[in-house]
Structure formats: C-alpha cells, structure tokens
C-alpha cells in the first residue's frame, strides 16, 4: 500500500520503491518493503509506527545515514543513492540537519559554538541575521556562552535545534527529539520546531511514537511492518492515537 | 569474580598489549643482561680453563702494595732455577706475557683491539695449546711468531717484514710463523699475541733482562697440585704468589667478569628508563580501563561485590597483563642477550661462545620486575576502582572533573624531594653513595613533574593548541586533549622522560665539549699539537725522540712531551705526570708558581699543585715516597708548587720518572713556534718525523681540539640512539590514549560526522590531539632535561667543565621529533575514527 501525498508543494527529500533488508538466509529482516513517500518543502512531517515497523530505519535511509537495498533516495536535486563517503558528508554537511533523542551536543564546545558547528566544518560563514533569528526563536541568547552540562535537557535541545537550523538545510530530520525530555520541555521543543516551519519555511521530519508529539506536524504518516499504511493531514493527538489503536488491532490481527 | 575478571581481561586485549609492551621491553633488557653476562661469563672460563690446562703451578712476584693485580715485579730468573729443584716439579718454563705489544699492519695503522690485550710474549715452544700453522720459531732477535687471528686483522704472512710498539718505539721484526690454538681456533678470546725469543721478549715487554712475568710449572706424575703449590710456596718464600692452575684461570676469568659488569649496568640502565615509561603507560591504561568500567564495577558493587573484591579484580588483571609480559620479556630478553653474546664474540676478535643458557637469575628478575611494576603500576587505578559507589551503576555519570590540589601538592613535594637528593648526590654532601642519591633524585624529580603535568597541561596544551585553532577540526583535536588532564599529563610524561634523557645528556656533553675546547683554546700555547684518538684501553704514544728532533726544527721555540700514569703517591692513588721539558709548564700551559721554583726539576724532586699541596700538607722541601707501576719505590722532594689549575698534572715527577710508568713514552706533544714562523711550514716535517709513531698524527691547535672531543660526539649519539627506545614506549602510549579517547568518544563521533565532519578533517582532528600531547611532552622533556643537566653541569664546575651549553638545535629537533610521533601515533587511531559507522555510532540502543 503507498500513501499519496498532497502535491501542492515541492518534495524536499522523496523515497521510491525503497527496500532494506538487514541479514541473509534464516537470519533476514525485512526492514523496509518498497516504501514510496515524499516530504514538501516547508511542511513538518511525522513519522510513526510500532516499534520494529521500520520507521527509523526509513528516516535513516532518507538522511543518508544508511543505504537502501533497493530503490533511490533523494534530498532536494540530489540522488543520495550510490554517494560514496566524500558525497554523503557534503550532503549533511549543505543539506541535512539532525536532532538526536540524546547525546546531541560537544561537551568540549559552548552553546553558541555547538550552534556553528556545522558551519564551522564546512568553513562557512554565519548570516548574522538569521543566526540572530534562530536564536531569539529558540530564546537561548542568554546562554550561549554556557557548556551542555550547564543547560538543562531543553536548553541542551533546543541548541541542538539552533544547530540543525543555522546552516538552512533542505531539511531537517529529527529521531525521537523529545524522547528524553519531560512534557513540558518536551512541548517547547515541538512548538519551537513547528514555528521554524510556519515562520521560516523551514521542511522538518520527525520520528516519534508519541502521539502527542505527533500533533505538532502538519502531516503524520503511519509505518507497521516496512510500508506505509496510512496518513493524516493535520492531526490532532486523538486522531492519531485512534489511527495508531486500529494499526495495533490490525498488526494482531495480521498475526 | 574470577572468571569475570579473565572475560574482562579477554576483552580488552589490545590495548593491554600496547600497554603490556612496554614492560616486555624492560624485561627483555633485565633478562638478556643476565643473560649475556652469564653466557659470557662461561665463555671466558672456557677459555682460561683451556689456556691454564698445561699449567699445574703458577709461580708469580706478589703485587706491591697499593697497586693493582696488573703490575707486578717480574719474577727474576734465578727463581726458574729455584723452582726447578723443588720435588715433584717435572718441568719450570719462565714466561714473559704483558700487554701493549702493538703490531702495524700491512696498512701501516696499528691493529687496535677493542678490550682483549694485546700481549707481547717470549716464544716456549708448541703445546697442546699452542700450535705452529705456519713457519718456524723465532730464533733471531729480529723474528717474531703472531696468532693466526692477529695475522688476519692485520693482513700479514710469514715472510713479511712488520713494525712492532712495545715499552720502546717501533722496532721492525720479520714473521717467521704463524701460530692457532686447540680446536683450530685462531685466538683465545680474540687476545692478540706476538712472540719474541725470550731476551728480546724480555727487553721490550718487561724493560729488562734476566726476568719473566711468572713462571709456569708441571707436575711429576702423581704429585697432586695443590701439594706441589704448598711445597714451592715454602721453598720461595713469601714474596711469591703460588697457585694451581686451576686457581689462576678462576682468578683471571674474574677479573674480566668484573669488566663485564659494565655492559650489565648499561642494559640494565636502560631496562630502568624502557619500565619506568611503561609504568606510566600502565597506569593510565588501567586507569582508563576502570574509568570505563564505572558502571560494570558499579553493578558489581551493587549486587554485593566487596571494595577488596574489585580491588582483588583490578589487580588480577595486572597480574595476568604482568606474567604474560614476562613471559614475552624474557623470551625476547634470550634473544637479545644471545644476540649481543655473538656480536661481543665477533667484535673481540673471535671469542667461542659456551651454549646460551637461561641463569635462574634472569628468569627471577624477568618475573620479579615484570610483576612489580603491572601491579604497581595497576594499584592507584584499583583503589580507585574499589571507591565507585553502587549508585553509579543507576545513574548515568559522566567522570566529574576531580580537583587537582591533591595531585598537584603531593608532585610538588616529591620534585622538591627529587630536587633536594639530587643537590645532595651532585654537591657531594650524600655521605654513602652518591650515584644512588642522584639517580633517586633523578627518578624522583621525573615522577613529581609528571605529578605536576596536569596543572601545567591546561595553559600550555591551551597555547599549543593554539596554533591549529584557525581550523574547526585543529580546535577540536585541541579541546580533546585538553579534556582530561591528568590522561593528557600521564601520556605526555611518558614522552617527558626519554626527551629529558636525551637532553640532559646532551646538555652535560655539550658543555663539557665547549669547556674543554674552550680551555685548550685559552690555555694552551703550542701552535701544533702531536697526538692521537684513544680507542682501545691503552693510550696512544709516540716515540719520545720525536720531541728532541722537533725541537731541533728550525722555527720551533719550544717543544713538550706528556707522560702521565696513575701510581701510588704516599698512601694514596693518583694521577702523575711528566713533562719532557718542565718549562712547558709556565711557557705553554701558564703554570704559576707559589713556592719554590717550578722552571726546574731535578731526578729526585717532584712538583706538586696548590691543591695537591694543600690537602696532603705539603711544602717545599716535604719528602714523599712513590711507587710506580715498574720501578722501586722512591721518595721524592717538593721543589715547586705551582696554582692548581685543569691543565696542569697535580704532580710533576721529572721526566726520567716516567721509564717507570706503566707507559713510559709520550701521549701527547706540544709545540711552540718562534714568532713569525707558520705552522704549516713546520707541520710537514713533524709528520715526517711521526713516520714510526703511526698511532698519532701533528695537527694545528684546532683539528687537536676537534681530535680529541670527537669521542664525546661519538658517545653522544650512541646514548641518543639508545634512548630513542624510551620515545618508542612513549609513541607505543600515545597510541593506546588515543585509541581509548576514540573509543570513548564514539557517539561525539557519530555525530561529528552526521552534521558534516569528512574523514580527513576526523583524522586531522585526532592527529592535531597527538600532536598538542606530544610536543607537550617533548616541551616538558627539554625542560627538565635542561634543569637536570644545567645542575650537573653546575656540581661538575669544579672539575673543570665551566660553560653552559643549551643545545638549542637539537631542542629544536626534539620538538620536531615531538611533533612526527605524534603524527605517527594518531594514524592507527586516526583511521579507526575516520572509519567510525556513522549510524552505528549515534543510533540510541
């Protein structure tokens, strides 16, 4: 089953027909079953799933963290499929942008310097403008000049959101960014990351299993077992916990 | 607990071998210096034993009192006679055999030898010892038989007519045969041997007639040789020394085992620098293995482990780390010490080698020091393991930075303590033994500063580090190594001690180098100079009728020849010298007198320094009595004393004194030239005059200077080169640190490269880390070497070595050497983080 998707806005990052298998013989699994899905520019998008339905896996291959066994990837005009080393590191060096669930910052860097990181790397000069922009978005000026260990698990997240958006990537994937936090630094986090889209245009895909985490993105598409079974335009955290309840009765099911 | 720590151990087996190598290396030096000693040692006994075998009883004069083994009275001849109507003696034969028979070979060099003697002997027919190869015996005065080995150094045959220096200048003598030994060897222990008819032997080797080094003795058939011993030993009297043959190859052997100990203290001396780095590599790697471990040893804790159990677990593991180090040690040690044996071997001229065996000896140092050490060095790291509370198996703690005071305090006690021994063993006041006090305090001072290296580390990485901040991937590498100091320090002070090594050597060479050109600059007024390199035991020399016919030259003002010898003066060992001319003296060494008349010398007079004066109370007209190596003892009046000062000998004895020294011809010549007169007119025909003296050459002052400090330089290097082993260990540190940092650092990895670091800015990033640590080590290095030999220099103003040389070229290579080891050692590392799986490396479990 492939989900259509709205074609009103230009895709950002698109998977077609793309299949990962991990192992071989006995031991094979099937992470991905020929997914075709496209993300537009300037949306936030959710993935979810159960776990073991391949939603990471998807977001990975997407980023170009790992190769797909089968099928194209691609970010913008780039065909991330078949880039060797030196292609992928400038593919997440221009184009990508990451938040991590945890271990998303340099304990050696500053706040502010973590920010440029990215930057940095690609010897690269900030746009003062913008850098201002990001920085009074996520509300951090006053604690640029402090390490990670003296920010709070929000602050420490939200720098690394200021990181993923200082360099303008054609998108930024996010993997579970809430995942360690509590709800309501998990919540700034999201409504911080759902502003840079509605403000700035920026394209965001998120993994997550919380639906209410979910609600913040302008689409939501559902993954169980390698392929995509279902989406919701904007999704409010009940029609995605119903959705999720009735891919649950349907994986047992299926069992 | 056991098994558990075993798994561990498993692995973690790289890096526990990095670590593991480096007390392999100390080891192998402490067993294959046992080893070569030993195996040495019963190659020497062998050869006694065999070269003593036709010997029953041994008949020699006793050493005078105050002088060593060496030199004794020749046994006068009548004494043959003597011995002979002893009952129970079949045969007495009269032996000349001393050192210092020198033959020139086809080359026209002097064939050298590099510590075998080179003996001058009367020929007494073959023996089941003794075989004649080649020829006849010596019959004429002018015949001569040598050792086949000797014959091939010096690439001579029978027929050929040869120069020979002996007690007097070259004197030429025609091969008539050639001689090996049993076994068709061709030297014993690569000695080399000419031999005279016994008048000439006895001239040229003894100075005179009628007389023989000792005497050797067979018994009848059926008399026992200790009882033969006892019954000569009565009938001459006490002034003889009787031994069996036995007894006299056990002596001789030990008198060259004694000489031996030098190479023991050389590699165990080296032993000492390859474990004490090791011991620094030890530690931080157990260190950082229980840093890892945190949350492992937590959990044990938590689920009832005792503090004594962990600590037990840690130690374990130093013990196994330790035993298979030793094991490796000793194995290679075997081989080095079988190696050495067979390059000593060749190198004298042919030693046979007994079979390599393993003293029990070494196999108790390979494990005693190789055990010690791991577990030494492993227990700071299980105390600290035996601390981890439980709780920190539940939380997720990152290693809180601990405060540096302690470790701080606690170095700069022991430098102080490092310091103050080393004042001590230098300015002579240790009392007992002052080389022990000194290398204690040289060990001392090197741990207190690597205690002191984390606080330093913080500015001095941060300036280092410095310099590659311009680039994101040099500033990364750079806050690495800044991250943990006390990793940083420990690694760096490996590197610190080999660097210091070499640079406090080099220092104290230099300075010595500097001084002494220095003062032959200053001090010496002679535009030419006859002398030559030292190479062997024995000094080189020239026939005294040089100096006359020197002086004879025309544009020659004044011309002195040195002789010097060490004797015994009143009650006490010392220096002597002599002087062909005394007025070389104030005229070309600036002597000034403070008593009495130092211009002159009569036979029975002596001149003596300030010094000299001072400590034995001496004044003009005091009488004392001294023994030289071959002449009767004498007394001899103060008619002069002369200011103390480095040129000059602290006695003068006139020069007919010196036909007693041990060498009685000249070993040095110094030629003063009338004003106006050109050196290099004069030098060609002093070269002409030197023709049969081939062991020395005339120079200007300059290429004397240069002659005569070239051994220094020479020295140098060899220590350079040797210590390179302690840079080695420490490259072999840097190495596992950097593995262990990128290790650890996984994740920070991971997400390096997913925000868009490529592999070669990862590798530079690890390289700029190795390097900011080693160039800190080296910097370090040269530091403390520096302070170390700026004050050994600074005991050893007295002695004469008064400037301070600080090699600045060769600092400046140690920091460049820094910098390549470094680079070196982040390649391993380096690789491996470059090739880190990106999505392995951040994906959360």
Excluded at chain 2, 535 to 553: M, N
Excluded at chain 2, 721 to 744: F, R
Excluded at chain 2, 747 to 765: I, N, P
């Amino acid at each position: 089953m492939t989900a259509t998707v709205g074609r009103q806005a230009q895709a950002a990052a698109r998977a077609s027909e793309v299949w990962k298998v991990y192992g071989t013989g006995e031991a094979q699994v099937i992470a991905l079953r020929g997914v075709t899905c496209e993300f537009e520019q300037s949306r936030f998008t959710a993935i979810m799933g159960p776990s073991g339905s391949g939603k990471s896996t998807l977001m990975h291959c997407l980023a170009g963290l790992d190769s797909v066994t089968r099928g194209t990837v691609s970010i913008g005009e780039t065909t991330v499929t078949g880039l060797g080393d030196a292609g992928l590191t400038k593919l997440r060096r221009d184009q990508v942008g990451f938040i991590f669930q945890q271990f998303n910052l340099l304990p050696t860097l500053t706040a502010k310097e973590n920010i440029l990181l990215p930057l940095s790397i690609a010897g690269r000069k900030p746009d003062p403008a913008w850098f201002d922009t990001v920085i009074e978005t996520v509300g951090l000026r006053d604690r640029l000049g402090h390490r990670p260990a003296q920010l709070s698990g929000g602050q420490q997240q939200r720098v690394a959101c200021a990181r993923a958006l200082v360099s303008r990537p054609q998108v930024i994937f996010a993997d579970e960014p809430t995942g360690n936090l509590d709800s309501r630094a998990g919540a700034e986090v999201l409504k911080f990351l759902r502003r840079s889209v509605r403000e700035h245009g920026q394209t965001i895909v998120m993994v997550t299993h919380d639906p209410t985490a979910a609600a913040y993105a302008d689409r939501v598409v559902f993954l169980a077992d390698g392929q995509i079974v279902s989406e919701l335009i904007e999704p409010t955290a009940e029609t995605v916990l119903d959705t999720m309840k009735k891919l649950d009765t349907q994986v047992e099911v299926g069992d | 607990m056991f098994r558990a720590t075993l798994k561990s151990l498993l692995a973690r087996k790289l890096r526990l071998i990095l670590s593991g190598l480096a007390v392999v290396l100390g080891v192998m030096f402490v067993s294959g210096a046992f080893v070569l000693t030993d195996t040495l040692g019963r190659s020497f006994d062998a050869v006694f034993a065999d070269a003593y075998e036709g010997v029953d009883v041994n008949v020699s004069a006793r050493p005078k009192e105050g002088l060593s083994d060496f030199e004794r009275e020749p046994v006068p001849a009548e004494t043959v006679e003597r011995i002979r109507g002893v009952d129970g003696v079949a045969e007495a034969t009269g032996i000349v055999a001393a050192d210092g028979a020198r033959l020139i070979g086809s080359n026209g060099k002097v064939v050298t030898s590099f510590g075998p003697p080179q003996l001058g002997e009367n020929w007494v027919g073959v023996s089941d010892l003794v075989q004649l190869r080649e020829g006849r015996e010596p019959q004429a005065d002018d015949e001569i038989v040598v050792n086949a080995g000797l014959a091939k150094a010096g690439r001579v045959a029978v027929g050929d007519r040869v120069g020979v220096l002996t007690l007097e200048p070259k004197q030429e003598f025609t091969i008539v045969g050639i001689f090996g030994f049993s076994g068709g060897r061709d030297s014993l222990g690569g000695t080399n041997e000419i031999m005279f008819t016994t008048p000439v032997a006895q001239q040229l080797m003894l100075g005179q007639r009628d007389a023989f080094t000792n005497v050797t003795v067979t018994a009848a058939d059926g008399v026992a040789d200790d009882r033969l011993r006892n019954d000569i030993a009565a009938a001459l009297g006490a002034d003889f020394e009787v031994k069996t043959g036995a007894e006299l190859s056990a002596d001789a052997s030990a008198t060259l085992k004694d000489g031996l100990s030098f190479f023991n203290r050389i590699l165990l001396g080296f032993a000492a620098v390859a474990l004490l780095v090791g011991t620094f590599l030890i530690l931080n790697t157990f260190s950082i293995i229980v840093a890892q471990r945190t949350r492992e040893l937590a959990l044990m804790r938590a689920v009832g482990a005792g503090r004594r159990q962990i600590i037990g677990s840690v130690v374990l593991e130093a013990v196994a780390v330790g035993l298979l180090a030793s094991v490796l040690g000793l194995g290679a040690g075997v081989g080095i010490g079988a190696l050495l044996a067979y390059l000593f071997g060749n190198l004298s001229g042919g030693l046979d080698l007994a079979g390599i065996a393993v003293p029990p000896a070494a196999v108790i140092a390979a494990f005693g020091v190789g055990l010690i050490i791991t577990v030494v060095a492993a227990l700071l790291p299980a105390l600290r393991a035996s601390r981890i509370p439980p709780i920190a198996a539940m939380q997720d703690v990152a290693t809180p930075d601990r405060p540096l005071t302690k470790v701080t305090v606690a170095g700069a006690a022991v430098t102080s303590t490092g310091a103050t021994l080393l004042f001590l063993g230098l300015g002579g006041h240790a009392g007992g033994d002052t080389l022990i006090t000194i290398l204690g305090g040289v060990l001392l001072a090197f741990i207190g500063v690597a205690l002191l290296t984390p606080l330093i580390s913080r500015p001095v990485v941060g300036l280092l580090g410095g310099i590659f901040s311009w680039w994101m991937p040099g500033k990364l590498g750079r806050l690495n190594s800044g991250r943990n100091p006390r990793r940083t320090a420990i690694t760096a002070a490996a590197l610190m001690v080999g660097i210091a090594l070499v640079t406090g050597v080099t220092v104290i060479l230099d300075s010595t180098k500097s001084s002494i050109s220095g003062l032959a600059q200053d001090k010496i007024k002679a535009e030419l100079v006859i002398g030559g390199s030292q190479t062997g035991p024995r000094p080189p020399t020239f026939d005294p009728a040089v100096l006359e016919k020197t002086a004879a030259l025309p544009g020659v003002a004044l011309v002195g020849g040195a002789y010097g010898d060490s004797a015994q003066v009143g009650d006490e060992r010392t220096w002597v010298g002599a002087n062909s001319d005394v007025s070389t003296l104030t005229q070309i060494f600036g002597a000034r007198a403070t008593a009495g008349d130092i211009s002159r010398l009569g036979q029975d007079q002596m001149l003596v320094s300030s010094d000299v004066a001072a400590s034995r109370g001496l004044s003009v007209g005091s009488t004392v009595p001294v023994q030289l190596a071959r002449a009767e003892a004498k007394t001899y009046t103060v008619s002069g004393i002369y200011e103390a000062a480095e040129l000059l000998d602290p006695i003068t004895l006139p020069v007919t004194a010196a036909q007693g020294f041990t060498i009685p011809q000249p070993i040095a010549g110094f030629i003063q030239l009338t004003p106006g007169t050109q050196a290099a007119d004069v030098l060609p025909r002093v070269e002409t005059l030197l023709a049969d003296s081939p062991e020395v050459t005339v120079a200007d002052r300059e290429a004397f200077i240069e002659q005569q400090t070239k051994p220094l330089d020479d020295l140098l290097r060899m220590i350079q080169i040797l210590l390179l082993l302690a840079i080695v260990i420490a490259v072999l540190g840097i190495i596992n640190t950097l593995a262990l940092s990128v290790l650890e650092r996984t994740r920070e990895l991971g997400l390096l490269r997913a925000v868009g670091l490529g592999r070669a800015q990862t590798m530079g990033m690890i390289t700029v880390e190795a390097v900011v640590i080693s160039v800190f080590g080296a910097l370090l290095g040269i530091a403390v070497g520096s302070g170390l030999g700026a004050a050994v220099v600074e005991a050893l103003r007295d002695e004469g070595i008064t400037d301070l040389v600080l090699p600045w070229a060769d600092m400046g290579t140690m920091v460049g050497l820094g910098a390549l080891v470094g680079v070196l050692a982040a390649v391993i590392p380096a690789v491996r983080a470059a090739r880190i799986d990106v999505l392995g490396a951040i994906a959360h479990d």
